[in-house]
């Protein structure tokens, strides 16, 4: 499972910071995927989620965090430029939460020290974890329409949920897991509200 | 009991993720349809691109169905995103849901200038290839507006 360091604390505080953790461990899904945690900051979720998800950082390293917002005016295609102050700040944040400053992060297999990939579809380990489990056919579906449509599978991808057979949503592309009947069982049994 | 956990967090954070719910609103709103076309027939005037008759719906209604020149390959029209019947949600090319354009399907737009400034720049230098004169946008809100 999931690695967690506890803090040792002494008597009083360590029973206030037990109970602390316990409410946090109430509130937070508790299988919420430590490897790609959810974006916290407001300002990114707002400005890097209109388009599509905003993608957890941990996805690509920091130089290519910095070479995406430097490079927004022309963004795979498209124009998505913000104000420098803005810029600054999302890139910040993107850079200080990146692939590469966490341990041993899956992501960074087969990247190169002189490679600063743009897509998160095109990292080693993202290919080979789709290539094996999703029909070819499944790219092409027009609910799905691009691969960095990662919500239209993984459900609770904006929750940080990738790895959990449970919270798959396969709607049809592919084999579906959980035993739920369509989309409307799915939702209601997983207490799943769309938000979009 | 793994499933009862569960669903006791997903309560809790289906509660922490309801008050951030809505993509495309804004918290505060800080002006109204009517303010940004004051804003824009001032611009225009300034400008000297005002015609006689004002903004007109028919011209922002072109604008919006037109395919462009001079723009990015892959968005050559509003409504590569955006659907040609305004009252529909339209999509991303990365499968986002857009809410209608009209403002009679979704009432909070076109009141928050910042928003407002920063789509018009953006989807215009794609689409277009330039930024759209003040003309232009007073033309489009006033299309949304009567649809």
Redesign the interface.
């Known amino acids: 499972m999931h690695r967690k360091r506890l803090p040792i604390l002494p008597g009083a505080a360590g029973m206030l910071m037990a109970g602390a953790l316990f409410g946090a ?7 919420a995927d430590e490897r790609y945690p959810p974006v916290t900051d407001e300002l990114t ?1 707002k400005e890097c ?5 905003a993608f957890q950082p941990a996805f690509l390293p920091a130089r290519s965090w910095a070479k995406i917002m430097d490079t927004l ?2 963004h795979f ?6 104000p420098k102050e803005k810029v600054e700040h999302i890139k910040a944040y993107l850079m200080k939460n990146a692939a590469d400053t966490r341990w041993r992060s899956k992501m960074m297999r087969g990247v190169r020290k002189d490679w600063t990939p743009l897509r998160i579809t095109e990292l080693p380990y993202w290919v080979h974890e789709h290539e094996e489990e999703v029909r070819p056919s499944a790219w092409k579906d027009p ?4 691969k ?2 990662c ?2 599978c993984h459900r609770l991808a904006d ?1 940080g949920i990738y790895d959990d057979d449970d919270y798959y949503e396969y709607r049809g592309y592919g084999l579906k897991r959980g035993g739920y009947r369509d989309d409307d069982d799915y939702k209601y049994r ?4 769309d ?2 | 009991m793994k499933k009862a956990t569960l669903a006791i967090a997903l309560a809790g954070s289906a509660m922490l993720l309801g008050g951030v719910a809505s993509g495309t609103s804004t918290a505060a709103l800080a002006g109204s349809p009517q303010e940004m076309l004051k804003r824009y027939a001032e611009e225009a005037k300034a400008a000297g691109i005002m015609p006689e008759g004002g903004f007109s719906a028919e011209r922002g209604k072109a604008l919006y169905l037109a395919d462009h020149k001079g723009g990015k390959p892959a968005t050559p029209s509003c409504t590569t995103c955006h659907m040609k019947d305004p009252t529909q949600p339209g999509r991303t090319r990365t499968g986002k849901l857009i809410k209608p354009m009209a403002l009679s399907k979704t009432p909070d737009r076109y009141s928050d200038p910042e928003k407002v400034e920063k789509w018009f720049f953006r989807n215009c230098r794609s689409v277009l290839g330039r930024e759209c004169t003040p003309l232009e946008k007073g033309d489009f809100i006033t299309f949304m507006i009567s649809q």
């Open positions: 461990a109430v509130m937070m899904p508790a299988w979720k989620g209109s388009c599509h998800m005016d022309d295609g498209e124009d998505a430029s913000l609910r799905v329409k691009s960095a449509n919500k239209a929750r997983r207490g799943y509200r938000d979009d």
